[in-house]
Structures are given as C-alpha cells and as structure tokens.
C-alpha cells in the first residue's frame, strides 16, 4: 500500500507528522505492508493534513485527518474520503504549470522529479545560446511574481548584455508579504524547480553564481533547499560542467536577516553582502551593478521555478495563457477569513469575486466579505464592489489596486477598517529601513494622524491625505511609495469606518 502525506511545513503544523506516525503504527497492528512518501503540499491547505493512498494508480484523499482516523484510512471505512484528488473541484479548476509537481512527487528525489518533467527544459537550454534563451523568456510574456511585474526576459537582457568578470543570479526568496506562501510551498514542495529555473537564467545571462536569499523563518524551506542542492550537485545539474554541456552553474542558500525591507532587491544585496539592509539609491540598476558590484539577476522564486515550464513546454504555450499583458499563470495565495484557504494556480484573468467567493468559498466566520488586501501589506483593500477585477496587472492597476506576490487576505463585515490603516502605517513605521524622510518620519506621523482621526478630529483626514501624498511621491522604495495605497483604499472605500469616530466626537 503507498501512502503519500506533505511534508510541508503548513501540514506539519496542521499534524501530518503525527498522522504518519498514526498510519505506521496503525498499518503494523493490521499487518498491513504500508509505503509512506512525504511529498510537498497540493495547496488544499484547509484539508491538511491530506493523506493520499494510491489505489490502482490514482490517489484518493483523506482529509484533514486525524491520527484517530489511521485505522480506518487503511480499511477505506474512513468518513474523511474525498475521492481521487485530482477530481477534486479546487484541482480540477486549476492550470497547474508552476505547481504541476507540487504536491505530487517526492520534493527530494530527483528520479521523480525527472520522471515528472524536470530537467527537460534545462537540457534544452544548454543546447541554446544565452541569447535564445532570453529570446524564449522573453517571448513567453513572464513578468517578475515578486510584486512590480517587470518582465523578466527584459531583465535578463541587461545582465546578458552587460560587462563583467562574474555575474550573478539570486533568488527573492525573503516572502514577506502577509499571507503569502507561494515560495515556500514550492521550495519544500518541488525544490529542483527552483535550482533548474535559476540554471537555466544562469546559463541565459551568463552567471555561474547563484544565491537563493531565503527568509530565516522558513527552517523547513531552508533544509529541503540546502539538501537539494546537494543532490543537484551529486547529479550533474550543478557544478562545472550542467548536465554536460560544459557551461558552469552552481549555487548556495543564505538565509534572511528577518526584515520585511530586506525583500526589496537592493536591501536584499545589501544583507547579502552582511551589511545592513537598507535601500540603495537606483541607478545603479542591480541588473548592471548589484552583487558585490556585478550584473546580477534579481528574481522571486516563483519568477524562477516558472522558467523551467516554459523551457519545456515552449514560450508559445505559456503566453497562450492569461489576460491582455499578464501572460500565464498566476498563484494566488487565499488566506485571512477564508473558508477555504490554499494556492490556486490559474490562469490570469479570473475575477477577485471568482476567487474569493468560488474558490475560497467566502468567509470561514460565514459573515459577508468586507475587504479583501490583494498584494500584501502595500496593497490596496478591494471592496465588494470591486469584484468584478480581473487578476491582471494593468487591471487591478486601474482599479486602484496592485497584485503583488497575489496574497489576498479576505476580511468579514466586522473588520474595523481605521484600525487596519493604522496597522498599514503603523507596520511601515516598524520596517522602515531609515533611509527617507517621507516613509521614516511620515508612517509615524501617519499613525498619530489615524489616532485623531478615531478620537473624533475632523481636520485629521485631510491631512492623512496630505501625508499619503508626500509619501507616494517621495519615498524611495515602495516600502514608504506603496503604504498609501492600503490607508487611502479604507479611507475611500469604507468611509463610514472612519466617519463613525468623527460623528461620537461631534
Ligand atoms: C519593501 C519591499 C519588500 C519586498 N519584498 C519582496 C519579497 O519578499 N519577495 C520578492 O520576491 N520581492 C519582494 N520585493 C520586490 C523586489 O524588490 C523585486 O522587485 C523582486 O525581487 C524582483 O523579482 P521579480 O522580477 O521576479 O518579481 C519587495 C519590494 C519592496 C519595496
Ligand atoms: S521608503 Fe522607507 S524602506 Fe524605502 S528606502 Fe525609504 S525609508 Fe527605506
């Protein structure tokens, strides 16, 4: 009998460990032969612990099991039977290219990873030019999923055609958006797609370095990654000489300094050179000078572990999916108040209602949806009658709105959404780095201005708006840029949040 239960840290949390303890002990008492493979997480992850018991070749769910549910998993009697996981309507809706064998192989085995896919597209790369490999990334319309979108054949252009002794490619892996996990899914998950999508880019730009720069929160990510290297390493896929093609690639993981900032990329080469993460100044572009100095690629996980899909499959059948600019796939991460909680890979264009009604099945409080934050904390609160958006960059840009790692965090109606733009201000004031006046001085002076507004000052809100605009402008990261964006959506969307303390005071 094979038995597959994740390893992912988001089921172990929920006690998968102790299910698979559970089910060996239980399978012993029955006398049972029972085979149990940890695999990486569907995304379901309202079912987890999610055991998968392969019966002539498909796999049926149990879940969310319980240790007491182990004898009765193994005889088929048990009352958590889902049927074949891929039936599943939270599966079937999918387009799962990124996430294709996340969930489905052993995130430690190359042999499975192969026998699934990997590997294809890096031998076809190492048959290529670095031009024609940036010619694929770019024709495939992938634009970065660390938040600002920029397509990435574009950036690989700059460093491919820069100057240098040593280039670089490194890895966003530093995840701190606010309901977001797409990254550490895939690193626990499907490790190797990682380590292909950053050869690939390695051998497209000309880097032999990489670095995956992984937040130090993550201890479960950091040891499959460092142990998948290895392998990579062990089979030919990393070192002097990529699956033969006598081109050199190889690549460690450093782990975060723990700051929201050091996700931003020039923070992020600051804290990995170990100096202190704080912004630097663009230009230069990190493209042109960024790891100590050299053309280096800055790239999210997700960016990355997209590349070897599209290798594979070719730039045509990625860009066949997805909504006017935003080509493919995108992975939308539900959280927050959410019945059904997970990743949701599909295809651009999907509307926020779809995705938060159909897929996340609403609320888990059964109360009306408020607000949903999409994008992490310097996204916008979208109100219900802001639905009908499709997930597209340009779209939600012009609803107000930005996409970012594509976290949403879903609110009910007793979301008090003055007390949520303070938090905005209030979280931007904690993770400053200190390098600007408006995002140092202004977030702090921001909170003040939302406490008089609750206790009832009328002349606070238009100040706020002052505030948020002298923000916007003159910050220099995002960090200070984009805190307007989370205060001003409540102020404007949920209006009656903030008049009901102007009104008491009156
Ligand atoms: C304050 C701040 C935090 C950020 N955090 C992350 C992060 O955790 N992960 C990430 O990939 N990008 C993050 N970014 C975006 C990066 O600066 C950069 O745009 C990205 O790593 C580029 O990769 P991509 O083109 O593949 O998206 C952050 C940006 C800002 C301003
Ligand atoms: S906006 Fe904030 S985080 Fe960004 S550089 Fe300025 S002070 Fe630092």
Redesign the pocket.
């Known amino acids: 009998m094979h038995i597959r239960v994740p390893m992912d840290s988001a089921a172990k949390a929920l006690g998968a460990d102790d299910v698979v303890r559970a089910l060996e002990s239980a399978a012993r008492a029955a006398g049972v032969e029972v085979t149990v493979t940890r695999t990486g997480s569907r995304g379901m992850v309202w079912l987890e612990p999610l055991v998968e018991v392969e019966i002539d070749g498909v796999r049926h769910g149990y879940g969310p099991a319980l240790p007491s549910d182990a004898a009765a998993i193994l005889d088929g009697s048990s009352s958590k039977a889902l049927g074949p996981v891929e039936e599943l309507d939270w599966m079937k809706r999918q387009t799962r290219l990124t996430f294709a064998r996340c969930g489905v192989i052993d995130p430690l085995s190359l042999a499975e990873y192969e026998a699934h896919g990997g590997l294809v597209g890096l031998r076809r790369a190492a048959a290529m030019s670095g031009q024609e490999i940036v010619e694929e990334v770019k024709a495939s319309g992938l ?8 397509p ?1 054949g574009i ?1 690989w252009q700059t460093v491919h055609d820069a100057e240098g002794p040593q280039k670089y490619i490194v890895c ?6 606010s309901g977001t996990f797409a ?1 550490r899914m895939i690193m626990e998950g499907d490790p190797f797609s990682l380590i292909e999508g950053m050869a690939i880019a390695g051998l497209g730009v000309g880097a032999t370095r990489g670095y995956v720069y992984l937040r130090s929160e993550y201890p479960d990510a950091i040891a499959v990654m460092r142990r998948a290297v290895e392998l990579a390493r062990a089979g030919g896929v990393l070192g002097a000489d990529v699956l033969g093609s006598g081109q050199a690639f190889d690549m460690e993981i450093r782990e975060g300094a723990g700051a ?2 050091c ?3 020039t923070s ?1 080469l600051n804290s990995l050179e170990g100096k202190r993460g704080v912004v630097r100044a663009k230009p230069p572009l990190p493209a042109l000078e960024g790891f100590l100095g050299r053309p280096t690629v ?4 997700i ?2 572990a997209t590349v070897p899909v599209i290798l594979e499959k070719g730039a045509q059948h990625y860009a066949d999916f997805g909504l006017g600019r935003s080509r493919g796939t995108v992975t939308l991460q539900i959280a927050g108040n959410v019945a059904r909680g997970g990743l949701f890979e599909t295809a651009f264009g999907l509307s926020l209602g779809e995705a938060v009604n159909e897929i996340g099945g609403g609320t888990a409080s059964g109360r009306p949806v408020k607000a949903v934050q999409v994008g992490g904390p ?1 996204g916008a609160y979208m109100p219900v009658e802001k639905f009908d958006t499709p997930l597209g960059y340009e779209e939600f840009d012009a609803a107000g709105g930005l996409i970012g ?1 594509a976290g949403l965090v879903v609110f009910d109606d007793s979301a008090d959404m003055l007390a949520m733009a303070r938090f905005a201000m209030e979280f931007c004031a904690v993770e400053s780095c200190g390098k600007c006046t408006p995002c140092r001085i202004g977030s702090i002076r921001g909170v003040e201005t939302l406490d008089r507004i609750a206790a009832g000052d009328p002349s606070a809100l238009p100040l706020l708006e002052d505030l948020c605009e002298t923000m916007k402008d003159g910050s220099l ?3 200070g840029g984009f805190t307007p964006y989370p205060v001003m959506s409540a102020v404007r969307h949920f209006a009656d949040d903030f008049a009901t303390s102007k009104e008491a005071a009156q």
Do not use: I, P
Not at 143 to 150: E, L, N, Q, S
Not at 298 to 301: I, L, P, R
């Open positions: 634009r970065g999923r660390g938040g600002a979108g920029f990435t950036k966003n892996a530093d995840e701190g958006d990254d929201y900032v996700g931003e990329e992020l800055v790239n999210n996980v960016s990355l310097l790692h990261c995002a960090l």
